[in-house]
């Protein structure tokens, strides 16, 4: 099928990026895949490099076979570059990424269709945690694909950057009351960006007695007691409550070992 | 930046607007539908680079 369709490229900002064009990881000129090396000057703790793809997968293509080398490259990637952050973005068109994403732990972020209403245009990435929502725009002109933006979380680096420091601290003359503007300026920037919040935590409880468990149970008694031991509502609520439980205690064991 | 912009060269202004108002550091193209008959001078956007990978 040669045609002039498909295509893929990246665009990197000028000094945001060292970057390695990574040839070797492409198996043959069969998969419109494309692979570079990033090294940004910042990345999150545990992370050595960045290993970025773009993915075209057409309509028509064999989808075990790009599957196949998606998973020969990663593992070599990995294998290169021991602790990388992946990011792999692109065109997947219905390609079951499930067991990609099992395997190398990696989280598909994009919860919204892309293009009518399937998501075909998947982010899959290691950094989930680093990142914001993806943000949806329209399409550029005649494409029917929605454009995805996905912005990194610092917020309250943004918010510290933003300020006019010598602007705030100018007038200011002694060490106390430059102090006292700094913390005033640190405290207004978490009180907006990490509130405190409030919860309630009962220590001799199990980790799973959730106030959402509690107020099942407390709905199965009431149910019992007005409604009878065979009443639809008694085990509506009964079924909810058992199914709640063995969920949340099964994710705290889950949580506890692979702490 | 994500996106499948089926044919990058017609709509490489609007890309470029996009890019440089969101100010996005690594944008990720598919279905650009470069040929090598294109120069990279014509996809060409002030403050980055391009790394493309064209159909055959």
Same mark, same amino acid.
């Given at each position: 099928m040669v045609n002039n369709y498909g295509g893929v490229c990246f665009y990197l900002r000028d000094q945001s990026f060292k970057y390695q064009r990574?040839? *070797?990881?492409?198996?043959? /000129? *069969?998969?419109e895949i494309l692979w570079v090396h990033l090294r940004p000057p910042r990345l999150p703790r545990g992370f050595s490099c960045l290993i970025v793809a773009v993915l075209y997968h057409p309509p028509g293509a064999d989808d075990n076979f790009i599957r196949e080398h998606l998973f020969n490259s990663l593992a070599a990637a990995q294998s290169i570059y021991p602790n990388c952050a992946l990011i792999i973005a692109g065109y997947?068109?219905?390609? *079951?990424v499930t067991r990609l994403k099992r395997h190398f732990q990696l989280?598909?972020?994009?919860?919204? %269709?892309?293009?009518k209403d399937a998501i075909q245009d998947l982010v899959l990435t290691h950094l989930y945690d680093h990142y914001d929502k993806p943000q949806f725009f329209p399409p550029f002109g005649l494409s029917d694909h929605n454009t995805i933006s996905v912005s990194a979380l610092a917020e309250m680096g943004r918010y510290l950057s933003s300020l006019d420091w010598p602007l705030l601290f100018g007038s200011l003359e002694s060490c106390d009351a430059l102090l006292s503007v700094f913390e005033e300026v640190i405290h207004t920037g978490l009180d907006l960006l990490m509130p405190v919040s409030k919860f309630r935590l009962n220590t001799?409880?199990? %980790?799973?007695?959730?106030q959402h468990l509690k107020d099942l149970i407390q709905k199965r008694q009431q149910a019992f007691h007005t409604?009878? /031991? *065979?009443?639809v509502e008694f085990k509506f609520y009964r079924n909810l409550e058992r199914e709640t439980f063995v969920k949340q205690s099964f994710m705290s064991h889950v949580w506890r070992i692979s702490l | 930046m994500v996106c499948n912009v089926m044919s990058l060269a017609p709509k490489i202004d609007e890309v470029q607007e996009f890019l440089l108002r969101s100010d996005i550091s690594l944008a990720f193209i598919t279905?650009?539908?470069?040929?090598?008959?294109?120069?990279d001078s014509s996809v060409h956007i002030p403050g980055y680079t391009i790394i493309r990978k064209d159909r055959w």
């Amino acid at each position: 099928m040669v045609n002039n369709y498909g295509g893929v490229c990246f665009y990197l900002r000028d000094q945001s990026f060292k970057y390695q064009r990574l040839n *070797d990881l492409s198996c043959c /000129a *069969d998969h419109e895949i494309l692979w570079v090396h990033l090294r940004p000057p910042r990345l999150p703790r545990g992370f050595s490099c960045l290993i970025v793809a773009v993915l075209y997968h057409p309509p028509g293509a064999d989808d075990n076979f790009i599957r196949e080398h998606l998973f020969n490259s990663l593992a070599a990637a990995q294998s290169i570059y021991p602790n990388c952050a992946l990011i792999i973005a692109g065109y997947f068109n219905r390609l *079951d990424v499930t067991r990609l994403k099992r395997h190398f732990q990696l989280k598909q972020i994009v919860e919204t %269709p892309t293009r009518k209403d399937a998501i075909q245009d998947l982010v899959l990435t290691h950094l989930y945690d680093h990142y914001d929502k993806p943000q949806f725009f329209p399409p550029f002109g005649l494409s029917d694909h929605n454009t995805i933006s996905v912005s990194a979380l610092a917020e309250m680096g943004r918010y510290l950057s933003s300020l006019d420091w010598p602007l705030l601290f100018g007038s200011l003359e002694s060490c106390d009351a430059l102090l006292s503007v700094f913390e005033e300026v640190i405290h207004t920037g978490l009180d907006l960006l990490m509130p405190v919040s409030k919860f309630r935590l009962n220590t001799r409880e199990a %980790p799973w007695m959730t106030q959402h468990l509690k107020d099942l149970i407390q709905k199965r008694q009431q149910a019992f007691h007005t409604k009878g /031991a *065979d009443s639809v509502e008694f085990k509506f609520y009964r079924n909810l409550e058992r199914e709640t439980f063995v969920k949340q205690s099964f994710m705290s064991h889950v949580w506890r070992i692979s702490l | 930046m994500v996106c499948n912009v089926m044919s990058l060269a017609p709509k490489i202004d609007e890309v470029q607007e996009f890019l440089l108002r969101s100010d996005i550091s690594l944008a990720f193209i598919t279905e650009t539908w470069l040929k090598e008959t294109i120069a990279d001078s014509s996809v060409h956007i002030p403050g980055y680079t391009i790394i493309r990978k064209d159909r055959w």
